[in-house]
């Protein structure tokens, strides 16, 4: 029997949709294994994110909140989610993979002495022992994997569990109380850069539209891309080519070392189809390509695929989206 611990991801006072996802995975093991989760809320003036956190078929909605809190600086927060967790005896601990996460949950881990995976796809049981799945080499293996420890932690892909349909009964709220002196000061908040975002974020949105190297400048990239975005209702991204030429900025890269992403709709403008790149979208409902070179390995993996050149059939696209 399993007591998962959900942390909860939020933005400007909404949660953040990999938080179903996140939950999805709790639920999925209880079914499993039988047990329950409880999804917690930290930050500062987080009630109304609570109060939505209450649909997602947690036993108990956790809210830490606390002056302490408004910005999340990793090793409070790691402080706080260990004691909880010890405190809760949660057996698992889980977030969806994040920056959030990914700076969070390896220093939870550390503080609980757990082990800790990654990016997991799948999980089953087998002999009451929970079996993770995750991919490795850009996709090319996956490897399944068992931790051992009476305490486990792990960050799950958003695009793997998809959020199911709220519950009708909100979950019963609990105040867990925070004592700001006992928080490590060792990280100091100096400010926060963040761009006002006109379009959906790639890793939420159904519909991505992303450029690649047959792109040449940035307002090539923004009127060919953005504008297809745009006519479409999705999201922009990019391929690692065009963040190293300086055209797109890190933000936008979907790949290995970019974003993940898996919309219903993937539409890849001037993008020869490198591993890499194709680690990030593969999970792509319908992926659809447009390239001049018939050849590109883009065109494999592809369920359309139009081989013109991108500076005449991206144009002619829009105009006929946009009439």
Do not use: W
């Not at 001037?270 to 001049?292: E, F, P, R, Y």
Request: negative net charge; aromatic residues 4%; glycine residues 10%.
């Amino acid at each position: 029997m399993q007591h998962i611990l959900v942390i909860a991801e939020h933005a400007h006072g909404v949660l953040k949709p990999a938080t179903g996802s996140a939950a999805a995975f709790a639920r999925k093991v209880c079914a499993e294994t039988g047990g329950a989760f409880d999804l917690l809320v930290l930050g500062a003036d987080v009630h109304p994110v609570a109060v939505a956190a209450t649909r997602y078929g947690a036993a108990q909605v956790l809210v830490a909140d606390s002056p302490a809190l408004a910005e999340p600086l990793a090793d409070r927060y790691a402080h706080l989610v260990a004691e909880i967790a010890r405190t809760r005896e949660a057996t698992l601990v889980v977030a969806a993979a994040s920056t959030f996460s990914k700076d969070l949950l390896p220093r939870v881990a550390g503080l609980l002495d757990a082990g800790m995976v990654s990016d997991v796809i799948g999980v089953q049981t087998e002999g009451g022992a929970l079996l993770f799945r995750r991919p490795m080499f850009a996709g090319n293996i996956v490897a399944t994997v068992r931790l051992s420890g009476a305490v486990k932690v792990a960050t799950v892909r958003g695009a793997a569990f998809a959020p199911g349909p709220t519950q009708e009964d909100p979950s019963a709220l609990t105040v867990v109380p925070v004592n700001p002196d006992a928080l490590p000061s060792l990280s100091t908040f100096i400010g926060r850069e963040e761009k006002a975002a006109s379009r959906p974020d790639p890793t939420e949105a159904r519909i991505v539209v992303s450029g690649g190297r047959a792109i040449r400048s940035s307002e090539d990239f923004e009127r060919l891309v953005g504008g297809l975005a745009d006519a479409l209702g999705g999201a922009v991204g990019s391929s690692r080519a065009l963040v190293d030429a300086g055209i797109t900025p890190n933000s936008l890269q979907i790949g290995q070392t970019g974003k993940v992403v898996a919309p219903d709709l993937y539409l890849a403008v001037g993008i020869s189809g490198a591993i890499q790149h194709l680690a990030g979208m593969k999970d792509t409902k319908v992926i659809a390509a447009i390239n001049k070179d018939g050849d590109a390995p883009i065109f494999e993996v592809a369920d359309y695929g139009l081989v013109a050149d991108i500076y005449e059939a991206v144009p002619e696209m829009i105009a006929k989206l946009k009439s």
